[in-house]
């Protein structure tokens, strides 16, 4: 039952409907509240219930101490939970485990369900096999439903089984541009007992990126897939209030540049002011000048910066893109009357009381990429060239220096003669780069190596070719501004007679099949295709990894010669290893500079100075030549993005096609595990588990299984990417009869935990410490002073009973919210991870699987301490947590082999109750299982009660 302590109750006419809703400025101090905190406020207005809710977290909420480190704990429950399929299938079995464990225990395993709405979006299958070619879509749906056929046919089974979870089948979009284009509401409305309530669209999603529905004023962020289960089943999150950034812009974003330069010039300065935990909030006159697709491709870059979320307030530009996108007109009223009335509309004048404050002037913005492995190193493009000539020789070991590659020298050769003028009097256009005029750029490391490609082709490869150059990823592929300026780029560049190089691997992935119609209502198709940007499928391809394999000739070439070639993609992630197992440097463009550097095929090029090639009018050809006008690009967004185009795709969303929809279907509460499926496997999870939890104990004479630098990311950490033939995970599938064209990648395997321990900290981009020189996932087994594989070693570690440890630097588990950075750390037996501070989603999903976070004190690190991983630990007062307390620190204690130890006390980053009570428990879902077994206590035997699962 629902209490009303303040009063909040009221009501809402719009159009002739009445909405029950809860007023915010019910709350002394809600006026002066960021709009992010005012929707958290109305969230506890609305399930104050006295026991998990009570008045004093609303009170907390309303008094929030702008100017204070996070202290007070609230709960928030969110409207929806928003999946994909990498993630969700993890989700999704976890429930179906649950069941059964509910069965074996004499409970109903119907009580396992959603009591949450879910929305689960499969996107993240698609690999890009076959691409140039008009039949690359139709090739790749093959392999997709070839290699997930067990994935998907779980999921049709889920969708029956379980009430509330809504699945949209592969080649609808990618999950955060459906969120945005269909499933968000920004305002929900739900009926319950004959009242129709209304209250502010919020979501919690299991893929870091699901800020980006914060461009349409919805709060949402990513958690992982651990966390999401108990969300799922209705436990609410458990939070502190956190500090607010209040984001002021002004200005406006100038010709020439695009949401890509905005969103990294962002990036960049959010990392460098510090705002990982916190929430952003955009405010000022500028955010009027923000079109809502660059404001979604802010939000969903929040992960690339560190905070939680990004918003932006509900304003006009809100409800226009609410119409474009086929919103029904009662549900735009019904956005606009209740952000008026709630205090949540965009004032451009109005500034709350923010913790803390960043400013920006737009016009300031310049063109940019991000490179070469994270998002946040920004580089101007007219320093690119400079850049990469630098960055190169960080992934190049030996070579001889020259100043011009041989596509310098090909068009040195074919370029027009300058006219009788002296070089500074010569037009721009028509000059041709003359390296002596360039002294500044520094020579770079070269290894020409003459390839003869598929076709009978022969070129010429070196560090720094681009061997990827993809339009993919929702970050971008949701704004018909680069969209259709890309389009605009190709079509210029195809009717001055330029090509990219046959080299290049081209795609064109885009977030929606809506992007399609638009591109095909313009008329764009060819000239992208003429260019090699065939479509390739509709879902995040490239920026997830899944890249697919290069031209065998150029694979071969590249591992050959050692070459650091690069990847131009226009997506969110470019972390080492990630996109493509050949591919030492990636760089994040927006998607006209994506097909602008697979017409350079190099990163040694200089946009300004650098021709791109030879028109056929024999006229040298630049960058400025075919970058499309403002005015034209808004002009084909005038005559081809409309209404229509949204409310047809959207259709039938849920429907599929009918491949998807000829899926046998199988039935029943409970799934029917397949014990020789290499794709969906009972996991172990509740193994030995007792309807109470064991004592929590300190640990003893633990084992470091890696000791890790700063930036480890959750892709070093997850297994993602190509299974490689020789890692145990490749092994495992070879011994079952899998052959390696059928391997598929990790994150379609993510329902086999065989598969997953196995590439847990396998990155081949890993840097053990425990270790001289060596990078991918092996380690030293302290048991036998060899080196070994990570998994082997915790084999073996496990065998002899030995705990094992992390050791981590700063910033530990960037990145994406994935859920088996967890559970692969968990299962390989790892106790605690030590670090010098962690990512906010990873370290929830460490305690979500029972594994303790802990943090070196201020100033102290692995290094000050002398630690070098050689070491065995302890750790006392972790038992503290069975008194019902929350120890703020614990004991660790080194000891070295000369018997000497090292004694420090690490900070506990447990940082809720909420949280202690998951880690008392060992885990978010031992927490929610044992809760619903006492809420259904009378259907369980005195016998039952004491039973272990078989599972």
């Known amino acids: 039952m629902t209490l009303d302590t303040f009063g909040a109750r009221g009501e809402l006419s719009v159009d002739g409907r009445t909405y029950r809703i809860h007023r915010i400025d019910a709350v002394d101090g809600a006026s002066t509240l960021p709009y992010s905190l005012k929707v958290l406020l109305e969230n506890a207005l609305r399930t104050e219930d006295g026991i998990n809710v009570t008045a004093d977290h609303i009170r907390s909420l309303g008094q929030w101490r702008h100017d204070a480190e996070p202290d007070t704990e609230v709960l928030f429950t969110p409207a929806r939970v928003l999946t994909q399929d990498l993630s969700g299938i993890p989700a999704v079995m976890d429930l179906v485990l649950m069941r059964d464990v509910m069965r074996e225990w004499g409970g109903d395993p119907s009580l396992i369900n959603p009591l949450?709405?879910?929305?689960?979006?499969?996107?993240?299958?698609?690999?890009?096999?076959?691409?140039?070619?008009?039949?690359?879509?139709?090739?790749?749906?093959?392999?997709?439903?070839?290699?997930?056929?067990?994935?998907?046919?779980?999921?049709r089974w889920a969708q029956t089984a379980f009430a509330d979870l809504k699945v949209v089948p592969p080649g609808t979009g990618i999950v955060h541009q459906v969120n945005l284009e269909y499933l968000a509401r920004t305002v929900m409305v739900t009926e319950r007992d004959g009242i129709i309530e209304a209250f502010p669209d919020t979501c919690v999603g299991t893929d870091s990126h699901t800020p980006m529905v914060n461009g349409m004023g919805v709060l949402g962020w990513g958690i992982g897939g651990i966390e999401a289960e108990a969300a799922m089943l209705g436990q609410p999150i458990s939070m502190l209030i956190p500090r607010v950034v209040g984001f002021k812009l002004r200005g406006a974003i100038p010709d020439g540049t695009t949401a890509t330069d905005v969103v990294l010039t962002i990036t960049q300065t959010l990392r460098e002011h510090g705002v990982v935990g916190k929430f952003v909030e955009f405010y000022g006159e500028g955010v009027g000048a923000v079109p809502l697709a660059n404001r979604a491709t802010i939000g969903n870059m929040s992960p690339e910066f560190g905070s939680t979320v990004a918003i932006f307030p509900i304003d006009e530009i809100t409800l226009d893109y609410l119409r474009l996108t086929g919103r029904p007109p009662e549900q735009v009223a019904l956005v606009e009357a209740y952000a008026r009335e709630q205090g949540l509309w965009h004032d451009p004048s109005f500034e709350a009381r923010y913790s803390e404050y960043v400013e920006l002037d737009l016009s300031t913005i310049v063109p940019s990429i991000a490179g070469p492995k994270r998002p946040q190193d920004r580089i101007p493009l007219s320093e690119a060239k400079d850049r990469w000539r630098s960055d190169v020789r960080n992934y190049v070991v030996e070579g001889h220096d020259v100043e011009e590659t041989s596509l310098d020298r090909d068009l040195s050769e074919t370029l027009p003669a300058s006219d009788p003028l002296p070089p500074d009097e010569e037009p721009e256009a028509r000059r041709a780069p003359d390296r002596r005029e360039v002294p500044s750029v520094p020579d770079r490391p070269s290894r020409p190596v003459s390839v003869t490609l598929d076709d009978g082709a022969r070129v010429e490869l070196d560090h720094g070719s681009v061997v990827i150059s993809a339009i993919t990823s929702c970050t971008n592929t949701s704004n018909p501004s680069v969209m259709l300026g890309a389009a605009l780029l190709a079509k210029?560049?195809?009717?001055?007679?330029?090509?990219?190089?046959?080299?290049?691997?081209?795609?064109?992935?885009?977030?929606?099949?809506?992007?399609?119609?638009?591109?095909?209502?313009?008329?764009?198709?060819?000239?992208?295709?003429?260019?090699?940007?065939?479509?390739?499928?509709?879902?995040?391809?490239?920026?997830?990894?899944?890249?697919?394999?290069?031209?065998?000739?150029?694979?071969?070439?590249?591992?050959?010669?050692?070459?650091?070639?690069?990847?131009?993609?226009?997506?969110?992630?470019?972390?080492?290893?990630?996109?493509?197992?050949?591919?030492?440097?990636?760089?994040?463009?927006?998607?006209?500079?994506?097909?602008?550097?697979?017409?350079?095929?190099?990163?040694?090029?200089?946009?300004?100075?650098?021709?791109?090639?030879?028109?056929?009018?024999?006229?040298a050809v630049y960058l400025r030549d075919i970058w499309p006008s403002p005015a034209e690009i808004d002009a084909v967004i005038a005559s081809s993005v409309s209404q229509d185009l949204f409310e047809e795709d959207y259709a039938d969303v849920f429907v599929g096609d009918d491949r998807w929809r000829s899926l046998p279907t199988p039935s029943g509460d409970t799934f029917a595990w397949d014990p020789r499926s290499t794709y969906v496997r009972q996991p172990p999870y509740f193994a030995g588990m007792r309807p109470e939890p064991e004592p929590v104990q300190d640990i003893r004479a633990a084992r470091v299984l890696a000791m890790l630098g700063d930036s480890v990311t959750t892709d070093h950490i997850s297994p993602a990417g190509s299974i490689k033939v020789d890692s145990p995970a490749g092994r495992y599938l070879i011994e079952r009869g899998v052959e390696r064209r059928d391997f598929n990648s990790y994150g379609a395997r993510r329902g086999n935990h065989e598969v997953m321990i196995r590439?847990?900290?396998?990155?081949?981009?890993?840097?053990?410490?425990?270790?001289?020189?060596?990078?991918?996932?092996?380690?030293?087994?302290?048991?036998?002073?060899?080196?070994?594989?990570?998994?082997?070693?915790?084999?073996?570690?496990?065998?002899?009973?030995?705990?094992?440890?992390?050791?981590?630097?700063?910033?530990?588990?960037?990145?994406?919210?994935?859920?088996?950075?967890?559970?692969?750390?968990?299962?390989?037996?790892?106790?605690?991870?030590?670090?010098?501070?962690?990512?906010r989603i990873h370290r929830s999903n460490l305690i979500g699987m029972g594994v303790l976070p802990l943090q070196y004190p201020p100033g102290v690190t692995a290094a000050t301490l002398g630690l070098d991983g050689t070491e065995?630990?302890?750790?006392?007062?972790?038992?503290?947590?069975?008194?019902?307390?929350?120890?703020?620190?614990?004991?660790?204690?080194?000891?070295?082999?000369?018997?000497?130890t090292v004694d420090f006390d690490a900070v506990v980053r447990v940082d809720t109750p909420g949280e202690a009570a998951y880690f008392r428990n060992g885990g978010i879902l031992p927490y929610v299982l044992r809760t619903l077994i006492k809420g259904a206590q009378s259907d369980f035997s005195p016998e039952v009660a004491n039973m272990s699962t078989k599972s």
């Open 116 to 155: 949450t709405p879910v929305e689960l979006v499969i996107d993240h299958s698609a690999v890009v096999e076959a691409f140039g070619t008009r039949g690359a879509l139709a090739r790749n749906i093959d392999v997709e439903y070839e290699q997930n056929s067990e994935r998907y046919l779980f999921l």
């Open 492 to 619: 210029n560049a195809v009717e001055r007679g330029l090509s990219t190089k046959p080299w290049v691997k081209t795609s064109m992935a885009p977030g929606s099949q809506v992007v399609s119609n638009y591109y095909d209502k313009a008329g764009m198709w060819p000239y992208l295709e003429k260019l090699g940007y065939y479509l390739v499928g509709y879902g995040c391809t490239t920026c997830s990894g899944n890249s697919g394999p290069l031209p065998a000739p150029v694979s071969a070439a590249i591992a050959e010669e050692d070459l650091a070639v690069a990847a131009v993609l226009s997506g969110n992630r470019n972390f080492e290893g990630r996109i493509n197992p050949d591919v030492k440097m990636n760089y994040i463009a927006s998607p006209p500079l994506v097909i602008a550097y697979g017409i350079a095929g190099r990163m040694d090029f200089d946009f300004e100075s650098d021709p791109l090639g030879v028109g056929d009018d024999g006229e």
């Open 759 to 839: 590439g847990t900290f396998a990155n081949i981009r890993l840097r053990n410490q425990l270790l001289d020189g060596i990078e991918g996932g092996f380690t030293r087994n302290f048991l036998t002073g060899e080196q070994e594989t990570i998994y082997d070693a915790a084999v073996a570690y496990g065998r002899a009973g030995v705990p094992l440890v992390v050791l981590g630097g700063a910033e530990y588990g960037t990145g994406s919210s994935r859920d088996w950075a967890a559970k692969g750390t968990r299962l390989l037996g790892v106790k605690a991870v030590i670090a010098e501070s962690f990512e």
């Open 872 to 900: 065995t630990f302890s750790i006392s007062g972790i038992s503290e947590f069975d008194s019902g307390r929350t120890p703020r620190t614990v004991r660790v204690s080194a000891a070295r082999e000369d018997a000497t």
